[in-house]
């Protein structure tokens, strides 16, 4: 009977070790299970940031400067529907002309009110002391290469009358080589900023070698959505023969 007894307390004494073991070791897996979770997740969330990092390089969020650049690029390309070349296309779903003259007077005359829109009115386009730069690619006229050119406006006035139209004085500067030399040359001009059409036009004051024939002037489209650039031409004043043409920027 006292074996059996201690036979008896032998199993249980071994069935409560086997059990303490088990929970022992349900414990550690446990453990074991949470660090590789712990591990997993702040592997995620490494991820995660590095993602988002890559993700705002090449998402930035979008530029109203960048809007207006595509916005100008599309004006560009469709074109104006207009049959008059003296008017302005006021857009929105129904289309409809108008002459530029009466753009910017300070009456509605576009359904959509366009023609008295902000940006089409903008007088800081040519306000005094705006400068442009480019560079003048010619392609006739004269044998010259291409060269640096800027125009500055000096002075600007807007008649209360007459809104439609700015007058301008301007001087225009260029930089070219001649006989291995750098030379400098800046003309006085006089002009208008056509609101209606977004146009600078600009005719020098005195004409260049040749005489009035060969008096030179300048023509400026503003990009629609964006005044800091315009695609300018050189033209003779007589023929309105495109001597050379530039890319300007606002500077």
Request: a negative charge.
């Amino acid at each position: 009977a006292v074996m059996w007894r201690c036979l008896v307390l032998l199993i249980m004494a071994a069935v409560a070790a086997a059990v303490i073991d088990r929970e022992a070791f349900k414990e550690e897996l446990t453990e074991y299970r949470l660090q590789n979770q712990n591990l997993h997740v702040e592997k995620l969330e490494r991820d995660f940031h590095h993602l988002e990092k890559e993700y705002a390089k090449i998402h930035s969020e979008i530029s109203p400067k960048f809007i207006k650049k595509v916005k100008s690029r599309l004006h560009k390309a469709e074109g104006n529907f207009c049959p008059d070349k003296h008017q302005f296309q006021c857009g929105g779903d129904r289309p409809e002309c108008i002459h530029d003259l009466l753009v910017c007077d300070g009456h509605r005359d576009c359904d959509n009110g366009m023609d008295e829109n902000k940006d089409v009115c903008d007088t800081h386009v040519v306000a005094e002391g705006s400068s442009y730069y480019g560079i003048a690619t010619w392609r006739s006229c004269a044998a010259r290469g291409s060269h640096k050119v800027a125009f500055t406006i000096i002075h600007a006035e807007r008649f209360p009358f007459f809104k439609a139209r700015t007058f301008v004085r301007a001087a225009v500067t260029r930089e070219y080589e001649e006989h291995g030399e750098l030379v400098a040359q800046t003309n006085m001009a006089k002009g208008y900023y056509n609101y209606g059409q977004q146009r600078l036009v600009l005719i020098y004051d005195l004409p260049e070698e040749g005489g009035a024939a060969n008096s030179i002037g300048v023509v400026c489209d503003f990009h629609k959505f964006d005044h800091d650039y315009a695609d300018c031409k050189v033209v003779q004043q007589a023929s309105l023969t495109v001597c050379a043409t530039v890319a300007v920027a606002r500077v």
